[in-house]
């Protein structure tokens, strides 16, 4: 029993520096391991920083020029695009000369062609009148002053008189239908190039709009990059976190049975 003891108390004091020695290796492994793990959290508080100073930048810009103007707003997820306040006036000016123009094309373009031709002649006619009426006051004072009023021969001048204006209104008639169609064709286009411009007037804003678009995106590549760097610092905490533990566990147990 005595000589168990002793080999027991013998083995403890040949293996008490050894013990030592592996307790103040772990005491710096620790040491190192807490260092590591502080400088990857600071690395990763400022990646923080910077990725969420990226991210607030990548939202759209509002720009605005003489033009017009490209609001957003990051709350409600809405933007707004607004012409100056000159441009504006353009705008609505375009769109009631548009309607003007269309509103007289439809006076046509809902009829008939024959029917929209008729109107269109009818209308025209009213100018034709006075001078057909002027000229049959002058054949009938002519032939009153030479006492053929009422005479086979003065007849017979104003059925003549009668024919030759019956053959204008017949050709301006004939004419009317192409003209109407012509007139429908040319008030449309009225129609149609100034709401074009009308259009084309709400690409200025729209323009700001993409710039401050591209102003946001340009900076979303940055709070990208700013995400990716912090979620490599995060792993790398974690894997220092989980790897000096154990390995600086298992080195400090090594060392007792060299």
């Known amino acids: 029993m005595a000589g168990w003891l002793d080999s027991l108390i013998d083995f403890g004091i040949k293996a008490a520096p050894t013990v030592a020695k592996a307790g103040l290796s772990y005491l710096g492994q620790q040491e190192t391991a807490q260092s590591q793990r502080q400088t990857a959290q600071a690395q990763i508080d400022q990646l923080n ?131 109407a169609q012509g007139l429908i064709d040319t008030l449309l286009g009225r129609e149609s190039g100034d709401m074009g411009q009308a259009v084309g007037l709400l690409d200025v804003p729209l323009q700001q709009g993409k710039l401050g678009l591209g102003i946001g995106g340009t900076l979303g590549n940055a709070a990208a990059t700013g995400l990716e760097s912090r979620a490599e610092g995060i792993k790398n905490l974690n894997d220092i976190n989980q790897g000096n533990s154990s390995d600086n566990m298992y080195t400090a147990l090594r060392g007792l049975f060299k």
Request: net charge negative; hydrophobic share 30%; charged share 15%.
């Open 49 to 179: 920083q910077n990725a969420a100073a990226a991210q607030a930048a990548a939202t759209p810009w509002n720009v605005g020029s003489l033009g017009g103007t490209a609001g957003f707003n990051p709350d409600t997820q809405t933007s707004s695009l607004l012409l100056s306040p000159e441009l504006s006036n353009v705008y609505s000016g375009l769109l009631s000369r548009s309607g003007m123009f269309g509103g007289q094309a439809g006076q046509y373009a809902n009829l008939d062609p024959f029917m929209a031709g008729e109107q269109f002649y009818q209308q025209q006619q009213q100018y034709y009148e006075p001078d057909e009426q002027r000229l049959r006051t002058e054949l009938e004072t002519r032939l009153l002053n030479q006492g053929r009023l009422g005479a086979t021969g003065g007849q017979n001048q104003q059925q003549m008189l009668e024919e030759a204006i019956g053959r204008n209104q017949q050709q301006r008639r004939t004419a009317g239908f192409s003209q």
